[in-house]
Nanobody, 111 residues
Framework: VQLQASGGGLVQPGGSLRLSCAAS?????MGWYRQAPGKQRELVAT???????NYADSVKGRFTISRDNAKNTVFLQMNSLKPEDTAVYYC?????????WGQGTLVTVSS
């Protein structure tokens, strides 16, 4: 499984960004994790192919995960961004009992 993520960048607090991740094949469960400097990688959000979503408490109400199953793509719409959202965001896929990770895309929230 190959994962190609895009969409990171620099944004001011309160701003928005949209991340995208395309998989090389159909995956039932895909999503996003993030890792801030000096911290462990943590769940952001995941969604199954049938639309069941799971969010970290810290992003509920601000982030929205969605999928385009026809394109094997998962999106993360991030609104009301805070400095503590600054991290490398990793696309994630779980397929045949194996976890796969994209290359990571940096999101920096700063004024």
């Amino acid at each position: 499984v190959q994962l190609q993520a895009s969409g990171g960048g620099l944004v001011q607090p309160g701003g928005s960004l949209r991340l995208s991740c395309a998989a090389s094949q159909s995956i039932f469960n895909m999503g996003w994790y993030r890792q801030a400097p000096g911290k462990q990688r943590e769940l952001v959000a995941t969604m199954t192919r049938i639309g069941s979503a799971n969010y970290a408490d810290s992003v509920k109400g601000r982030f929205t995960i969605s999928r385009d199953n026809a394109k094997n793509t998962v999106f993360l719409q991030m609104n009301s961004l805070k400095p503590e959202d600054t991290a490398v965001y990793y696309c994630y896929a779980f397929f045949q009992l194996t976890s796969y990770w994209g290359q990571g895309t940096l999101v920096t929230v700063s004024s």
